[in-house]
């Protein structure tokens, strides 16, 4: 995945706190254990301190991981520590939420606070 690819914009309104939400429902990756496609949704929630995310950067940033194997875990977290780590946001979650395969599905979330 090519962190650089991801671009930020300045925030307008940075004495104001306001919840930017962001859902990918069509994300792929690949299960690094089969290579068989895994298909989620991705929702990314933050409070912008200076700076937003541009959303056609964060689209191709996201199209990285289509042919990546990796674990749903680590999909997750990377995404928050890619992003948190460029925009430094007030705060930040990413929440994955992974069809059934083998009728089982998987909700993965992680937070992030700027202390």
């Known amino acids: 995945m090519k962190k650089e690819l991801l671009e930020v914009f300045e925030n307008n309104y940075p004495d104001r706190d306001y919840t930017i939400e962001i859902v990918n429902p069509e ?6 254990k089969t290579g068989l496609p ?3 949704t991705v929702i990314i ?7 937003c ?3 056609k950067s964060l689209k191709y940033y996201f199209l990285e991981f289509r042919n990546a194997g ?14 948190a780590g460029l925009v ?7 929440i994955t939420e992974w069809k059934a ?7 993965v979330s992680v937070n992030y606070n700027a202390s």
């Open 53 to 55: 995310i541009e959303l």
């Open 70 to 83: 990796i674990f749903y875990e680590n999909v997750t977290n990377r995404i928050l520590d890619d992003l």
């Open 101 to 107: 395969r083998g009728g089982i599905t998987e909700t």
């Open 88 to 94: 430094k946001p007030r705060s930040m979650t990413v």
């Open 27 to 32: 994300f792929t990756s690949v299960c690094p």
């Open 45 to 51: 929630r933050y409070v912008p301190d200076k700076t």
């Open 38 to 40: 895994d298909f989620g």
